[in-house]
């Protein structure tokens, strides 16, 4: 694909990597509308990338409030080539310490609001002579389980089949469907995980917005359904004493 006039949705794109997908995409002439419940954040972005950024105050949450942004927003001529599900979120717990409230929370956002938003999108693209893309942002926690971040693996490893699903129902009406597997990023993702701090030797989100740009402009027939990314040496640099 080629990214110049294109339209793109990006979900969570208010901070982390969403703002830098954001960024990547305007950079290359698609216009994008960033979502997220961050007024302020979005503005601000807004104000950086210029007019090809268009910020929406949007919980992906809300199913009704997410079918009526997009019926306001995207006509039989104006509809999205990209959607990027990428907001998301993760509380690391024991299984007997971790709250119903932090369960739903993690199991709306990062799996029933991409299924809200993608339903919606999908006939859209179906529409379209060219090839369109839906990218979903699991992590390597969609590959792999581990302690105290059940709920979080619960709801990237279903991320994972619903992208693998959905690659298989799509191709055929000219649709692609990417899933990352991101290791460890330097974002606010953590800023609600005291056992972990961010540390410089984390993936940098600009690092993997060049991924993202990379898998986009694949050639139409050539589609990259799974991508693992990870640093090379994760343990933070030791401190000279
Ligand atoms: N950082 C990592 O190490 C890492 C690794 C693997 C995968 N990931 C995945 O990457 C994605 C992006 O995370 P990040 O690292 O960039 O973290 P981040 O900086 O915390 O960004 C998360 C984004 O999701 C948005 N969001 C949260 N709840 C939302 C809702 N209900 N409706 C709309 N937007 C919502 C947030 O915006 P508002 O708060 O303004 O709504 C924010 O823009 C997530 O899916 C995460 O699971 C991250």
Request: glycine share 6%.
């Amino acid at each position: 694909m080629n990214l110049n006039n294109k339209i793109a949705i990006v979900t969570g794109a208010s901070s982390g990597i969403g703002a830098e997908f954001s960024k990547m995409l305007i950079e290359n002439g698609t216009t994008v509308y960033g979502l997220a419940r961050s007024t302020d954040k979005l503005t601000r972005i807004h104000e950086e990338l210029g007019k090809l950024f268009i910020p929406v105050t949007l919980d992906i949450t809300k199913a009704s409030a997410v079918e009526k942004w997009v019926d306001e927003t995207f006509d039989d001529d104006h509809q999205p080539d990209i959607l990027v599900n990428n907001a998301g979120l993760g509380y690391f717990a024991d299984v007997d310490d971790l709250s119903i409230e932090k369960w739903q929370t993690m199991m709306d956002v990062n799996l029933n609001g991409v299924f809200y938003i993608t339903r919606l999108i999908v006939p859209m693209m179906k529409e379209k002579e060219s090839v369109c893309h839906i990218v979903n942002i699991a992590s390597v926690a969609g590959l792999m389980g581990n302690p105290q971040i059940s709920g979080y693996n619960a709801t990237k490893f279903g991320l994972r089949g619903f992208s693998e699903a959905l690659f298989k129902e799509l191709r055929f009406d000219g649709i692609k469907v990417s899933c990352f597997f991101p290791g460890s990023i330097a974002t606010n993702f953590f800023n609600s995980i005291e056992s972990v701090e961010t540390h410089p030797n984390m993936m940098q989100a600009s690092d993997v917005a060049n991924t993202l740009k990379f898998v986009l402009e694949t050639p139409d027939n050539f589609l990259i359904n799974e991508m693992t990314m990870r640093p090379l040496n994760p343990k933070p640099p030791t401190k000279e004493a």
